[in-house]
Nanobody, 115 residues
C-alpha cells in the first residue's frame, strides 16, 4: 500500500531554513508527480509546491515562490521541500501527497516559525 512518511519539521526563527523530506513506498515513485501541502490552524489545507515525475517541472504557491524549492530523488524514493527565509505565516503542518486513483497523505510534520 502507498506510504508517505514526512520528516524534518521543527521550530525555527523567522528568516531561518528547514528541509522537509518525504519517504515514499508502495508504488513506483518515478511514475507520479508529488506534492507538498500545508495546513495552518483554522485554515484550509493548501497546495504549496508540486514536482513532475522526473523533476523537470515544478510549481509553487505565490506565497512561497522564491523562498521554497521542491526537489526529488527517484533513486531514494524521496521528495524534499527546502524552505528558506521562513516567516511566521509559514507555520503549519506540512503534508506530502500523491494522487494514485485518490489522494494519499502522510502523517504530516509540524513547522513552527517563531522567535
Amino acid at each position: 500500500q502507498v506510504q508517505l512518511v514526512e520528516s524534518g519539521g521543527g521550530l525555527v526563527q523567522p528568516g531561518g531554513s528547514l528541509r522537509l523530506s518525504c519517504a515514499a513506498s508502495g508504488f513506483t515513485f518515478s511514475s507520479y508527480a508529488m506534492n507538498w501541502y500545508r495546513q495552518a490552524p483554522g485554515k484550509e489545507r493548501e497546495l504549496v509546491a508540486a514536482i513532475s515525475r522526473f523533476g523537470s517541472s515544478t510549481s509553487y504557491a505565490d506565497s512561497v515562490k522564491g523562498r521554497f524549492t521542491i526537489s526529488r530523488d527517484n533513486a531514494k524514493n524521496t521528495v524534499y521541500l527546502q524552505m528558506n527565509s521562513l516567516k511566521p505565516e509559514d507555520t503549519a503542518v506540512y503534508y506530502c501527497n500523491v494522487i494514485i486513483f485518490r489522494d494519499h497523505w502522510g502523517q504530516g510534520t509540524q513547522v513552527t516559525v517563531s522567535s
